[in-house]
Nanobody
Framework: VQLVESGGGLVQPGGSLRLSCAAS????????VSWYRQAPGKERELVGG????????NYADSVKGRFTISRDNAKNTVFLQMNSLKPEDTAVYSC?????????WGQGTQVTVSS
């Protein structure tokens, strides 16, 4: 099983990025997926999640209205669209796929919001 995040980078405040989490080696459509982030010196924080069929999403208050999670099960990929980025969004973003006791993590992708 492998989860690979991509799409991170350096962006100015107010800008946008779209992260992808591509899965292989599992029946992806059966897994709920969450995005987490961890900034230097801080604990890992849940950004939000999406149900296995994409019908339910939830977000942390800190990103609600700015971030959107979606998925394309035909492509085994989950997306995190991030708009109106702030310096405090700077972190390593990781995706997590879970189903029952099965739990898989990607390696993460760095997002830096700075002018």
């Amino acid at each position: 099983v492998q989860l690979v995040e991509s799409g991170g980078g350096l962006v100015q405040p107010g800008g946008s990025l779209r992260l992808s989490c591509a899965a292989s080696g599992l029946t992806f459509s059966r897994y709920a997926v969450s995005w987490y982030r961890q900034a230097p010196g801080k604990e890992r924080e849940l950004v939000g999640g999406i149900s296995s069929d994409g019908g339910i999403t939830n977000y942390a208050d800190s990103v609600k209205g700015r971030f959107t999670i979606s998925r394309d099960n035909a492509k085994n990929t989950v997306f995190l669209q991030m708009n109106s980025l702030k310096p405090e969004d700077t972190a390593v973003y990781s995706c997590n796929a879970r189903r029952g006791v099965m739990n898989y993590w990607g390696q993460g992708t760095q997002v830096t919001v700075s002018s």
